[in-house]
């Protein structure tokens, strides 16, 4: 099985920054992509930033300049660098793996969620 821990989220004033980390563990087989979702009360799940094996990456329009997705694949880790957070930013956020494809395609396994509060 395939597990995807978050950790790094948390209370933050406006303009401020937080990094979240998402660990991978448990059976891979091949290069796979990364990803990162939130989710705000009463909103559907959006599409955050997403980024390849290689290290291509892709972002919402609504966090572009300010959040920047990375990984470590040695350490199969990923994170999202935040800056500039503003209070629709508030969310809980999603880790998400596509172990079928380098680039995501799709979402294989969630993470758990951390909560991200901006405070205005």
């Known amino acids: 099985q395939v597990q995807l821990v978050e950790s790094g989220g948390g209370l933050v004033q406006t303009g401020g920054s937080l990094r979240l980390s998402c660990a991978v563990s448990?059976?891979?087989?091949?290069?796979?992509?990364m990803g990162w979702f939130r989710q705000a009360p009463g909103k559907e799940r959006e599409f955050v930033a997403a980024i390849s094996w290689s290290g291509h990456r892709n972002y919402a329009d609504s966090v572009k300049g300010r959040f920047t997705i990375s990984r470590n694949n040695a350490k199969n880790t990923a994170y999202l660098q935040m800056n500039s957070l503003k209070p629709e930013d508030t969310a809980v956020y999603y880790c998400?793996?596509?172990?079928?494809?380098?680039?995501?395609?799709?979402?294989?396994?969630w993470g758990q969620g951390t909560q991200v509060t901006v405070s205005s």
């Open positions: 448990g059976r891979i087989f091949s290069n796979y992509a």
């Open positions: 998400a793996a596509d172990l079928q494809s380098e680039y995501l395609v799709g979402v294989d396994y």
